[in-house]
């Protein structure tokens, strides 16, 4: 069983910073890419950003760019996802996801279901 367990979510104030992470454990799987996910209350969960695990090449949402930033360390098999300038509608449950197929295009991992594991999420919450 593979199990990927976020860490790091929390209150913080609209312009604050967070940083989360993602610890994978378990069986040995092949690795891909990582992603984060996120799912405010009564939308649905939409891509944040991905990092291809070999190369490092990363793909982030419109919504996010310039101001969160994702990456990866190889030895502690965590991925993190570093978020700065935080809005109010950046509320929301995030998820950090594991893909195990390799594709051509690193925005081909903006798609849920192309990832394999999934975390149990952890909440941000931004006051404004």
């Known amino acids: 069983q593979v199990q990927l367990v976020e860490s790091g979510g929390g209150l913080v104030q609209a312009g604050g910073s967070l940083r989360l992470s993602c610890a994978a454990s378990?069986?040995?799987?092949?690795?891909?890419?990582m992603g984060w996910f996120r799912q405010a209350p009564g939308k649905e969960r939409e891509f944040v950003a991905a990092i291809r695990w070999s190369g490092g090449k990363t793909y982030y949402a419109d919504s996010v760019k310039g101001r969160f930033t994702i990456s990866r360390d190889n030895a502690k098999n965590t991925v993190v996802l570093q978020m700065n300038s935080l809005k109010p509608e950046d509320t929301a449950v995030y998820y950090c996801?594991?893909?195990?197929?390799?594709?051509?295009?690193?925005?081909?991992?903006?798609?849920?279901?192309?990832?394999?594991?999934w975390g149990q999420g952890t909440q941000v919450t931004v006051s404004s």
């Open positions: 996801a594991a893909a195990s197929r390799y594709y051509t295009f690193t925005y081909y991992y903006s798609g849920a279901s192309t990832y394999d594991y």
């Open positions: 378990g069986r040995t799987f092949v690795r891909a890419a």
